[in-house]
């Protein structure tokens, strides 16, 4: 029990969205999860 209370402490979740350039553009600064990613996201990829 104790190892998973530490490993808890540890463990990042990466969950990939996949959506549009244009849908993200249209909707960064009305929703602060777009405006987030905006400001602390990383561009993994970039055609």
Excluded at 20 to 39: A, C, Q, T
Aim: glycine letters at 2%; aromatic letters at 14%; hydrophobic letters at 45%.
């Amino acid at each position: 029990m104790e190892v998973n209370v530490i490993l808890a402490n540890y463990i990042e979740i990466i969950n990939p969205m996949t959506h549009s350039k244009e849908l993200f553009d249209k909707w960064v600064d009305n929703y602060p999860f777009f405006n987030n990613i905006e400001k602390e996201g990383v561009v993994l990829y970039a055609a």
